[in-house]
């Protein structure tokens, strides 16, 4: 063997001993049950703004509150919101109260919401199936309203989209080790 063969047999040697090194220190660590990585929670809250599109425009204000356990693998958030809703041109008042949950960082939210909808003289109650996608502050929903029938009573949207921007002015973090 000559010198150069020699310095790549060291460093092949070399390297697979820190490989099996760094893994009988992580099967030692999953055996020894005291080592736990932190639990860290967030909670943040604050109002939101947005305007729903269906057959009617709609303008929308509430607030929001949304908790999460920081996690590297499935990461998890839910949201509660509670606001009010009101259609201009056809004198439509709404309130909802909703959950929606976003099982991972990247993929779509889902979720449902109890609505009252009233144009001061016949009203609605009913519920709302909800999918959506949330990246920041801004989260773009769509869904079908579940309205009990009332005659003669129109400016509610059925299907509908609605983006709505969330201002967080609330924010907690609680570290448990």
């Not at 109650?125 to 129109?154: A, E, N």
């Amino acid at each position: 063997m000559n010198f150069e063969q020699l310095g790549l047999l060291k460093l092949l040697l070399t390297f697979i001993s820190c490989v099996l090194l760094l893994f009988s220190s992580f099967s030692q660590k999953e055996q020894d049950r005291s080592f736990k990585l932190p639990d860290i929670r967030v909670w943040k809250a604050g109002p939101y703004f947005g305007v729903q599109r269906g057959k009617y425009w709609v303008g929308e204000l509430g607030g929001e509150l949304q908790w999460k356990k920081i996690q590297l693998k499935k990461a998890l958030t839910h949201g509660i919101h509670t606001g009010v809703n009101y259609n201009f041109i056809h004198n439509v008042l709404g309130y909802d109260l909703g959950y929606w949950i976003k099982p991972s960082r990247i993929g779509l939210t889902y979720g449902a919401n109890a609505i009252l909808r009233t144009d001061f003289n016949r009203t609605g109650v009913g519920f709302t199936p909800c999918i959506g996608y949330k990246l920041f502050g801004f989260h773009l929903q769509t869904g079908y309203q579940f309205l009990t029938r009332s005659v003669g009573f129109d400016g509610a949207n059925t299907f509908f989209i609605s983006l709505r921007f969330v201002v967080i002015n609330h924010r907690d973090t609680k570290l448990k080790k």
